[in-house]
Each structure stands twice: as C-alpha cells, then as structure tokens.
Nanobody, 127 residues
Framework: QVQVAESGGGLVQAGGSLRLSCAAS????????MGWFRQAPGKDREFVTA????????YYADSVKGRFTISGDNAKKTVALQMSSLKPEDTAVYYC????????????????????WGQGTQVTVSS
C-alpha cells in the first residue's frame, strides 16, 4: 500500500510564488509516475502536471505551462511543484497522486491511472 501526503499550501498575492511538496510512503517501489491535480470551488478536478520516473518525462496543462515546474526525487518518490506568476484562477485545492502504471502523458492527464491520492492542500491567490 502507498500513502501520499502534500504540504506547502497557503495564501499568496497574485504574481507571487508558492512551492508545494508531496511525499509517498509505503510500497514506493511500485510507483511509476506522480502528478498534481487541482479542484476549484464548483468545478471538476483537473490535471496540472505529472512526472514519470522511468525517463523523467514531465507533462503540463496548458494553463500552467511556463509558470509551474514539477521536479522530483526518484529514489525517495517525492515531488515538488514550484508555482510562479500565480493568478487568482489558480486558487484551488491541490492534490498529489501516485500511479503504479507505465503510461505516457496523454493518459497521465486523466485521474484513472492514479491509485493513490493525498488529502489535498489549499492554495489561495488573492487579487
């Protein structure tokens, strides 16, 4: 079994930066990819970014390209999400997730490959 936990959320002004962290524990050898999703009030959860451990490939939603960066430690199965130039529309609960499947980016943007999810951390961007 795998457990996933996020940290680092908070309140930031528009244009500011924030860094989220995520750590997996338990049977981490089974994890092949990790990703971040977010859910704004009244909206569906959406893909933000993902990283694969096999080749270190990264994938981003168009809405965050150039502003967000995902990085990670393969051995420890930890990932960080560096968010810059934040906008009020980035306000959401951010979830970290882990997948035991070898998949490319087109699949990793969906929720179904991820078996393990964190509880989420709130990010609020004020205007």
């Amino acid at each position: 079994q795998v457990q996933v936990a996020e940290s680092g959320g908070g309140l930031v002004q528009a244009g500011g930066s924030l860094r989220l962290s995520c750590a997996a524990s338990g049977s981490i050898f089974s994890i092949k990819a990790m990703g971040w999703f977010r859910q704004a009030p009244g909206k569906d959860r959406e893909f933000v970014t993902a990283i694969t451990w096999g080749g270190g490939s990264t994938y981003y939603a168009d809405s965050v390209k150039g502003r967000f960066t995902i990085s990670g430690d393969n051995a420890k199965k930890t990932v960080a999400l560096q968010m810059s130039s934040l906008k009020p529309e980035d306000t959401a609960v951010y979830y970290c997730a882990a997948s035991p499947r070898f998949l490319d980016g087109s699949y990793l943007q969906k929720e179904w490959p991820y078996d393990y999810w964190g509880q989420g951390t709130q990010v609020t961007v004020s205007s």
